[in-house]
């Protein structure tokens, strides 16, 4: 999975690119995906919105609501709820593609004429679930503080003004870049595991659905991980708004 992760970067660069192959490919995650991934954002910026408000005011610090949810739903609930998304949804898709293209043997008629798999199907799959994963994170934010903001405000009885003015005070231009990031390299794991698994799937139909959810399963580790990893270096080299 490693060295596939590898020759997808090295089939960024590599020419002739699928740009067909690449705008279908988004088109088709950005279809199966925009519709569940609004519809899960509400929910969990309201959730979150709830639970801070509840602790918040149980500390006295009312006034710092709007910055802990805004920062909660964009540095860590956007780019996870759009990369689980675009894996369940659009990474799932993909791996039953290619996996049904490999047990059909098409895979292995394409590099006997000399046509690179890799460069062909994966490299097109992998930059379209980055691309995708971008945008929507950037909905999955937006959606989110909204609606983050009208159940602190209307079912909380929070202050519009002071919601904002929390935001502005501790919120700052690198949140917004980590969680843009965060979102590329999901869409990426998510690409890669799907195609991996897609190519190397057992015998028969069967091992075709094994690989999906196996596909499923990785990335959802994987994201986590790495998740981890990034929000502990951010945390380090990014220094908080006003410490």
Same mark, same amino acid.
């Given at each position: 999975?490693?060295?596939?992760?590898?020759?997808?970067?090295?089939?960024?660069?590599?020419?002739?690119?699928?740009?067909?192959?690449?705008?279908?490919?988004?088109?088709?995650?950005?279809?199966?995906?925009?519709?569940?991934?609004?519809?899960?954002?509400?929910? +969990?910026?309201?959730?979150?919105?709830?639970?801070?408000?509840?602790?918040?005011?149980?500390?006295?610090?009312?006034?710092?609501?709007?910055?802990?949810?805004?920062?909660?739903?964009?540095?860590?609930?956007?780019?996870?709820?759009?990369?689980?998304?675009?894996?369940?949804?659009?990474?799932?898709?993909?791996?039953?593609?290619?996996?049904?293209?490999?047990?059909?043997?098409?895979?292995?008629?394409?590099?006997?004429?000399?046509?690179?798999?890799?460069?062909?199907?994966?490299?097109?799959?992998?930059?379209?679930?980055?691309?995708?994963?971008?945008?929507?994170?950037?909905? *999955?934010?937006?959606?989110?503080?909204?609606?983050?903001?009208?159940?602190?405000? *209307?079912?909380?009885?929070?202050?519009?003004?002071?919601?904002?003015?929390?935001?502005?005070?501790?919120?700052?231009?690198?949140?917004?870049?980590?969680?843009?990031?965060?979102?590329?390299?999901?869409?990426?794991?998510?690409?890669?595991?799907?195609?991996?698994?897609?190519?190397?799937?057992?015998?028969?139909?069967?091992?075709?659905?094994?690989?999906?959810?196996?596909?499923?399963?990785?990335? +959802?580790?994987?994201? +986590?991980?790495?998740?981890?990893?990034?929000?502990?270096?951010?945390?380090?080299?990014?220094?908080?708004?006003?410490?």
């Amino acid at each position: 999975m490693f060295a596939l992760g590898l020759d997808v970067v090295r089939g960024f660069f590599q020419r002739p690119f699928q740009f067909r192959e690449f705008i279908q490919q988004s088109w088709f995650i950005a279809s199966v995906s925009i519709l569940p991934t609004a519809l899960v954002a509400i929910p +969990f910026g309201a959730v979150i919105a709830l639970q801070l408000g509840s602790l918040v005011t149980q500390l006295g610090a009312q006034s710092f609501m709007g910055a802990a949810s805004v920062l909660a739903i964009i540095q860590q609930a956007a780019p996870l709820v759009t990369a689980l998304l675009v894996a369940g949804a659009g990474g799932s898709a993909m791996c039953a593609d290619i996996g049904a293209r490999t047990i059909r043997e098409e895979i292995d008629a394409m590099e006997v004429l000399g046509v690179s798999a890799v460069q062909r199907l994966v490299v097109p799959r992998v930059l379209a679930s980055m691309l995708v994963a971008v945008l929507l994170n950037g909905l *999955v934010s937006v959606v989110g503080v909204l609606g983050g903001y009208f159940f602190n405000v *209307v079912l909380q009885g929070g202050t519009p003004g002071a919601y904002l003015a929390g935001f502005s005070a501790l919120a700052q231009l690198p949140d917004l870049w980590i969680s843009e990031i965060k979102a590329l390299i999901f869409g990426f794991i998510a690409g890669v595991v799907a195609c991996y698994r897609g190519l190397h799937p057992a015998p028969g139909p069967k091992g075709v659905g094994d690989a999906v959810n196996q596909s499923v399963v990785i990335t +959802f580790l994987l994201l +986590f991980f790495v998740n981890f990893v990034l929000t502990t270096v951010y945390l380090t080299v990014v220094p908080a708004k006003g410490s």
